[in-house]
């Protein structure tokens, strides 16, 4: 059974820093596309960030101030972000794609609050 767990969400002011965490088991994040998405109520799905075998890729918003990566020993990937805006609030969701899109994964959320 696959599991993506994230934590590391809160609450925190604008120009503060997180780090997300996506805990992987029943796959390896090192074979599959993994990224983060997050969500607003009412709003469609966006991608925050993206690693592939070919590299990085990152949402013009957060170009910049977002970093993600993983550890393939511990199987957990992680999103660093820091100067973090109002607008950042959202929950943020943990996501793998693997076999050519055959399969993909989400995770439960983490929910991000910027506020002052």
């Known amino acids: 059974q696959v599991q993506l767990v994230e934590s590391g969400g809160g609450l925190v002011q604008p120009g503060g820093s997180l780090r997300l965490s996506c805990a992987a088991s029943?796959?390896?994040?090192?074979?599959?596309?993994m990224g983060w998405y997050r969500q607003d109520p009412g709003k469609q799905r966006d991608l925050v960030a993206r690693i592939t075998r070919g590299g990085l890729s990152y949402a013009d918003s957060v170009q910049g101030r977002f970093a993600i990566s993983r550890d393939n020993v511990k199987n957990t990937m992680y999103l660093q972000m820091n100067s973090l805006k109002l607008e950042d609030t959202a929950v943020y969701y943990c996501?793998?794609?693997?076999?050519?899109?055959?399969?993909?994964?989400w995770g439960q959320g983490t929910q991000v609050t910027v506020s002052s």
């Open positions: 996501n793998a794609v693997g076999g050519n899109g055959q399969y993909e994964y």
């Open positions: 029943g796959i390896m994040v090192s074979d599959f596309t």
